[in-house]
């Protein structure tokens, strides 16, 4: 019984994430990550994704605070910012969202302000779903690992 | 007054003359010519014509002719002409009287024409004989002839008028010759002659100028024909090519498909299956091969290669193949090959392969539910019966000694008709025989089997399928190879095909090598020892040829008796002797049907406990066909160690043994990934410095460079990072983000590099002793850029500030190791 489980929650984990490849939300560099993984880093993955998502939050509140700012002129530090952001998502394959942020780029090189508001606006979308379903798929690796370790005494 | 005249008297000889009587003229001629003196004194009024002739003279006061009349004494045919002598000059148109009056006298001439003509015709003395004819034509209708016989008319005639002066009188010349002119040979011969010529040479011209467009209009055609010809065979290969390519891709597709999924974590099983897919694919591809290869060999365009090869290999190959089959018919499948064949010979593997194939095909799909496939390869010079007979077991084949037990056909009539079975210095030649026990071909049938597209029945194709080609392809293949392919069959009982080739000789492959490439390794078994248990001698061979090739050497025994009795007799302790596996083939294990065999069985494993304590020898299954309940039951009752699965392969062999015998587990997992032992090789146990101010960044590239088994340290800045990189430092490497605020990576190399440089200089100079500085004479900490926007990482720029190689973020592994390569080939 919980054998048939384990088996059907990585189908679902699965599903998700062919699903999030063909949504071009995610790229191989996420299945590099994966192959980081092993006895010696067991949680490598999760690790690296939490510290994405505390970095990136920070960068987003600043982003937003430099922008609502009416007075704001200073674009090259956003400039930094965004940069950031780029890089981290690329380490860990977060495709759309460094698309979003390459436009953003753009956006602040040409100091046009309402581009940039738009810009975040849509980072901020997609940084949400992306969370969203991390978290989806920790919870289902979670549960996972709950379900196989009742095998565990049965194999060799 | 008398005249001189002469005149003649037409019928007058000189003696018949008489006194003339009284007349009242006379004229008497007083004066002659000497010629004519015999008329002299003689009346000229005498003769009639002549009368007539003077009293017409004296009358007219011309020139008077007579007719023509035989003259005095010559009696020659001539005329006279007489002219009047006046007295006094008379006007000219004197009436007749007045010169009748004044008349004195006449003169007179004779022409005696014939002597006259001739005396002509001596002057004009010619060649040809000339007939003339003069004839006084006064009457036109009665011609006098004067002079020349009588007309023979001889042709052409030439008409010359004499004018004597008398016009009223008139004659004529005839002249002809004599005899007809000839025919003018030589003209008309000559003119016949040119035009026969002429004909002729026109006749040539005409027949050449015939055949010259007779032979264009052909060409025409020859070139029309031969243009279409050109036109349908590049359509055909055109057709062949597109067909193929159309099979092709799809079919590469599975393949990359399938190497995709040997190239990730698979178990020995998975392994196999995906393998023999694989295979399989490769196959279906080599199929087309096959049907393009007719086409080929019809416009003779094949070639052979010779590279080396490993003969046994193949056959493995050809085998794995075919297990499938052979299993799902319940036909015994084995591989036999002599001893004396080469390990590595030098030949096309691929077309050798591809007529074993051929041959193997054709045997197991007509050969149904009972019996076997056997194919056995010898050096033709084992044929030859030695003093002692052959000596090869599978050679010798009795009448019941065969594979599984099922009569076969002799197959020493099938290389009966071959006529070079001998191998050369340079050249070795290999005897191939595949032997079945299917329903053979009908003899009606067997002298067409070979040419193309012809099987043995028109309801072949229906019952058993195939295209018919095969066999044509094999011949023409071995044929190529320098060989003969002949065969015999029984319909009933079976067939054996076999056929001969050349090969040279190849060198040795060391084991080195051999591992290289990945090949199983047989070290690992040399010098172990083996009983096989089987009652068949011929099978129990193939099981022998297969051990020897890992080295194993092997006894024989008939049955678990012998078994029990070999075991037991043999030596004490000693090593040579120590059995470590026992191969029992099914049809010996009756543990179903025979009721001691359970007993003889624990007995032989008792007997082995106590002979060989430390290691009792595993019992293995050899079984065609075994279901997966059965399998189990014989695994969990623990009377067997492993089961194998004819038909019989080295890798199907080496799997069980290992995982049997525990033996060299490892190699599987080396044989994936192979790229990584690489990177590893270079980064493992290094210290790598990385530098980066984002903290994703960071964690991606430790783990990253982790992986390969190197040493990571993270600073977030490049401040951080030049004390670290202070010298000495333990680093071998540094992995420095560009993009950083504060100081981005350009500026924290250029200054590493002017701290690294004063140091040199220290060194250099001898203010500081190398000890101090690590042992290290100069130092240059190779610097990589990691950069996420390649096209900004600008070389000149990372070169000038001191970097050594820029890499992109995140990590590509193919890019990673050539950076790293770079720097670490020589150490």
């Known amino acids: 019984m919980l054998g048939f489980g384990v088996e059907r929650l990585r189908a679902d984990m699965n599903r998700l994430l062919a699903l999030l490849f063909h949504q071009g939300v995610l790229d191989e560099q996420f299945l590099q990550l994966q192959q980081l993984q092993d006895e010696t880093s067991p949680n490598f993955v999760s690790e690296v994704v939490n510290i994405y998502f505390h970095e990136s939050e920070k960068l987003l509140r600043n982003l937003r605070g430099l922008l609502l700012d009416r007075e704001f002129s200073d674009y090259k530090k956003m400039g930094i910012h965004i940069n950031q952001f780029m890089g981290s998502s690329s380490s860990i394959g977060a495709k759309r969202i460094r698309n979003i942020c390459v436009a953003f780029r753009a956006a602040s090189e040409q100091n046009n302000r309402a581009g940039c508001l738009r810009a975040l606006e849509l980072l901020e979308h997609e940084y949400c779903y992306l969370k969203n379903k991390f978290h989806e798929l920790f919870q289902m690796e979670q549960q996972r690992l709950l379900a196989a370790g009742a095998r565990y005494p049965v194999q060799n | ?827």
Request: contains cysteine; negative net charge; proline residues 4%.
């Open chain 2, 1 to 827: 007054m008398e005249t001189e005249d002469q005149t003649l008297v037409q019928d007058c000889t000189t003696e018949n003359l008489e006194p003339s009587p009284v007349q009242d003229e006379y004229a008497p001629v007083i004066f002659s010519q000497e010629t004519v003196s015999h008329i002299v004194s003689i009346d000229m009024m005498s003769g009639k014509e002549d009368r007539g002739n003077i009293l017409r003279a004296r009358a007219s006061g011309k020139g008077v002719l007579t007719s023509p009349f035989k003259l005095l004494k010559s009696n020659h045919l001539g005329v006279v002409l007489t002219f009047a002598v006046y007295k006094t000059d008379l006007p000219l148109r004197a009436a007749p009287e007045e010169r009748i009056k004044a008349t004195v006298g006449y003169l007179g001439a004779s022409y005696d024409v014939p002597s006259l003509v001739e005396k002509l015709l001596h002057q004009l003395a010619s060649k040809q004989t000339i007939v003339v004819n003069v004839y006084d034509t006064t009457d036109a209708s009665l011609p006098i002839n004067m002079y020349g016989p009588n007309i023979t008319d001889t042709g052409l005639l030439h008409i010359s008028n004499l004018d004597f002066g008398d016009p009223a009188r008139k004659h004529e010349m005839h002249c002809r010759f004599k005899q007809r002119p000839p025919l003018p040979w030589t003209a008309i011969l000559a003119s016949v002659g040119i035009l026969v010529i002429t004909l002729l040479l026109g006749h040539i011209f005409h027949a050449a100028v015939n055949r010259i467009a007779k032979v264009e209009d052909d060409f025409r055609k020859m070139e029309d024909l031969k243009s279409r010809a050109e036109a349908a065979d590049r359509a055909k290969s055109q057709f062949l090519a597109t067909v193929s390519h159309e099979i092709r891709t799809p079919m590469n597709g599975v393949l990359g498909m399938l190497q995709m999924l040997m190239d990730t974590d698979l178990d020995a099983n998975q392994q196999d299956y995906a393998q023999t897919a694989h295979d399989s694919g490769k196959d279906l591809i080599s199929l087309i091969n096959e049907v393009l290869d007719q086409a080929k060999i019809e416009s003779g365009r094949l070639e052979l290669e010779t590279v080396p090869f490993n003969l046994r290999t193949i056959l493995d190959n050809v085998l794995s193949l075919f297990s499938g089959k052979s299993c799902e018919k319940g036909i015994e499948l084995a591989v036999y090959v002599s001893y004396q064949v080469p390990e590595v010979i030098i030949g096309d593997p691929g077309r050798f392969r591809q007529t074993i194939t051929n041959l193997v095909g054709n045997s197991i799909k007509f050969t149904n539910d009972k019996g076997h496939v056997f194919v056995s390869v010898h050096v033709v010079d084992e044929l030859w019966v030695g003093p002692l007979g052959v000596g090869d077991e599978v050679l010798r084949q009795g009448p019941s000694n065969t594979l599984s037990g099922f009569p076969v056909v002799n197959r020493w009539k099938s290389w009966e008709n071959f006529k070079i079975l001998n191998s050369t210095e340079e050249k070795i030649r290999l005897l191939v025989t595949v032997e079945d026990t299917g329903v053979g071909i009908p003899l009606d049938a067997q002298s067409r089997i070979f040419t193309p597209f012809m099987q043995a029945d028109s309801s072949t194709s229906r019952t058993y399928g195939g295209t018919g080609i095969g066999l044509s392809v094999s011949n023409c293949l071995v044929n190529l190879m320098e060989g003969e392919i002949g065969f015999v069959s029984e319909p009933g009982i079976g067939s054996t095909f076999s056929f001969t080739a050349a090969f040279g000789i190849g060198e040795m492959i060391s084991q080195e090598t051999k591992w290289q490439k990945n090949e199983i390794s047989v070290s690992e078994f040399e010098g172990l020892r083996a009983l096989v248990v089987d009652g068949r001698t011929i099978r129990a061979e193939v099981v022998r040829y297969h051990l020897r090739r890992l080295g194993i050497s092997v006894d024989v025994a008939f049955s678990l008796e012998y078994a029990c009795s070999y075991i037991s007799s043999s030596c004490n302790g000693s090593e040579s002797a120590h059995v470590a596996m026992v191969l029992v083939d099914r049809d010996s294990w009756s543990i179903e049907t025979d009721p001691t065999f359970h007993n003889l069985l624990e007995e032989f494993r008792e007997l082995s406990r106590t002979k060989y304590p430390e290691c009792p020898p595993k019992i293995f299954l050899l079984s065609k066909t075994l279901s997966s309940t059965e399998c189990h039951e014989l695994k969990s009752a623990a009377s067997v160690d492993g089961i194998i699965l004819k038909p019989l392969r080295l890798s199907i062999l080496v799997a069980c043994f290992q995982e049997a015998l525990g033996i060299g587990k490892k190699k599987l997992s080396l044989s994936n990934k192979r790229k990584l032992p690489t990177l590893e090789n270079l980064l493992k146990g290094k210290r790598i410095l990385v530098v980066d101010d984002n903290k994703v960044n960071r964690r991606v590239a430790e783990g990253t460079l982790k992986k390969y088994g190197a040493f990571v340290l993270c600073v977030e800045s490049g401040k951080a990072a030049i004390p670290m990189l202070e010298p000495p430092h333990n680093f071998d490497a540094c992995f420095m983000d560009l993009q950083m605020p504060e100081m981005d990576g350009f500026e924290a190399t250029r200054q590493i590099r002017e701290m690294e440089y004063k140091f040199n200089e220290k060194i250099e100079g001898g203010e500081a002793s190398r000890e101090m500085f690590g042992n290290v004479g100069s130092w240059h900490t190779p610097i990589l850029a990691m950069t996420a926007d390649l096209i900004q990482a600008n070389n000149e720029e990372c070169m000038k500030c001191g970097m050594d190689d820029y890499v992109s973020k995140p990590f590509e592994e193919e890019q990673l190791y050539s950076a790293v390569a770079r720097f670490y080939q020589s150490g």
